[in-house]
């Protein structure tokens, strides 16, 4: 009793669930806060810095890319685990279903190109709405192309990718791979998150965010919420990283930075 709880998962239904304990844990003077890694921290904090650029926003749309990363072991694994399983958006504050990688765009994160991206059911479709009640969500990240028109056929083989041979394949596979980046790999590789909002006047306000990769940044972040707990700066009851220590929160870490585009 009496023990506050981070983590670092990404997971919708694993949020929803110590969510339910929000109560619980104001009563017992303790923070549950899930996602205190890459990317719901970056996520979350250019969702309430473009909240606060506009204030009338009601579509959010956040995406995240990773150059010379790529999915973390745990990641790949709780994917795996919801093959053929349709997406999520938000959609008037509520979580509904949609076919994973119904939409696809190209979004400049500031790089030589622009990249492609299309939507998926990360965890940030529940987090972005409970720190910034904006009401119509979409989350995406960075695919080939070729990724993006296959899934446009997945009707056809969803089944299959829902029975338990095929993801205990898919799953073994995963388990085969290393754990984490090669440090060289780690040191050349980035993280990149965009965000944009727009309201019902069709104003829009868009950024970006730049950073180390994944793995470090989940590290330092994790390592910065936690200190921040051990010193009282936290807040009871189940918080999301921005809600709890503001837009900033990001740009604490290094080489972290920040771009309005518009």
């Known amino acids: 009793m009496g023990v506050h709880y981070l983590d670092i998962n990404g997971d919708m239904d694993v949020f929803e669930m110590l969510h339910s304990y929000d109560s619980k844990a104001k009563h017992a003077g ?7 890694g890459f990317d719901v921290v970056p996520t979350d904090c250019i969702a309430l810095f473009l909240k606060k650029m506009l204030p009338a926003a009601t579509s959010l749309k956040l995406a995240f890319a990773t150059p010379g990363g790529g999915l973390s072991h745990g990641t790949a694994t709780t994917t795996a685990q919801k093959l053929g ?5 938000r959609k008037n504050g509520k979580i509904t279903p949609v076919p994973v990688g119904h939409k696809g765009m190209y979004v400049d994160f500031g790089g030589p190109r622009k990249l492609f991206v299309m939507s998926l059911p990360w965890g940030d479709v529940y987090t972005a709405y409970l720190t910034t009640e904006i009401p119509d969500i979409e989350s995406y990240t960075a695919v080939s192309a070729g990724v993006y028109w296959l899934l446009q056929f997945q009707f056809l083989f969803n089944f299959l990718l829902r029975t338990t041979f ?3 394949l898919v799953k073994k596979k995963i388990d085969k791979l290393p754990a984490g980046l090669e440090d060289l790999k ?3 590789a980035t993280s990149l998150v965009w965000g944009q909002v727009s309201d019902p006047a069709g104003n829009v306000k868009t950024a970006r965010l730049s950073g180390p ?13 936690a200190a921040k707990v051990l010193e009282g700066n936290f807040k009871p009851g189940y918080q999301t990283p ?4 503001s837009e900033d929160l990001v740009l604490e870490i ?9």
Do not use: C, F, Q, W
Not at 85 to 89: C, F, H, K, S, T
Not at 242 to 245: L, R, V
């Open 254 to 262: 290094k080489g972290v930075k920040r771009e309005l585009l518009t």
């Open 166 to 168: 095929v993801r205990n």
């Open 30 to 36: 303790i923070m549950i806060m899930s996602g205190a």
């Open 242 to 245: 921005a809600a709890a220590y």
């Open 85 to 89: 399983e349709p997406g999520a958006v």
């Open 186 to 188: 780690r040191e050349k």
């Open 213 to 225: 990769d994944a793995y470090t940044l989940t590290a330092h972040s994790t390592l910065l919420i």
